[in-house]
């Protein structure tokens, strides 16, 4: 999913800065690393900047610095996009799936769902399983390295959960209502009252 973010070159210029949007996008620096020729760069940046996507950036006194303007709404909806794609995009559904025959639902949540997200956000799942919390334990090295920044996995036992949402007795449970559900039924607060 998150090959879609690199068809055009409109798409490979916001990916570069989606990837790190609160640095600034030095042009030389992008044109160096071989992406893209520095007309077929500046091309797009020109197409973007009307839209209030991409600005000149005022934190520095060089020529041919850009920036995404994150307080655009539509910059919020990329971002959150761009950040669920990238997660995606390290097969977590398949690698839980792998080492939790046991597991009945998965889901995202945090900082990731929303356009929040920053250079610090951990990666945080919820997962529904009869299996025992350390099954997970093989996994999250590699989560963390594919995705190269800390993830949180809180897992439940489905009586555990089922007891939780009853009683909505835990924070988690606010944040597990806006889910993105990856697999499985979406086993939250309506589902066992």
């Given amino acids: 999913m998150i090959e879609m973010f690199n068809i055009t070159a409109k798409w490979r210029v916001l990916s570069y800065m989606l990837n790190d949007p609160w640095k600034p996008l030095f042009v030389s620096k992008m ?3 071989g992406q893209m ?7 797009a940046i020109k197409i973007l900047m009307p839209y209030g996507i991409v600005r000149e950036s005022a934190r520095s006194h060089f020529k041919n610095v850009y920036e995404l303007d994150l307080e655009h709404p ?4 990329l971002l959150k996009a761009y950040g669920i ?3 995606l995009g390290a097969k977590p559904v398949e690698l839980f799936r792998e080492v939790d025959r046991e597991i009945i639902s998965l889901a995202l949540i945090g900082d990731f769902m929303t356009e929040g997200w920053n250079e610090e956000s951990e990666v945080e799942f919820v997962s529904v399983s009869e299996s025992g919390e350390e099954i997970y334990d093989s996994i999250l090295p590699l989560l ?3 995705l190269e920044r800390g993830v949180t996995i809180h897992q439940y036992n ?4 089922e007891l939780m949402c009853k009683e909505r007795s835990d ?10 559900l990856l697999f499985g039924d979406p086993l939250f607060y309506g589902s066992f009252e």
């Avoid at 924070?171 to 993105?180: A, D, G, Q, S, V």
Wanted: charged share 30%.
């Fill in 158 to 161: 489905l009586d555990d959960w």
């Fill in 74 to 77: 539509v910059v919020s909806a």
């Fill in 144 to 146: 963390e390295f594919r």
């Fill in 31 to 33: 044109e160096r690393s």
């Fill in 85 to 87: 794609s990238k997660i």
């Fill in 171 to 180: 924070p988690l449970m606010e944040r597990c209502e806006e889910n993105h």
């Fill in 37 to 43: 020729s520095h007309h077929t760069m500046m091309a």
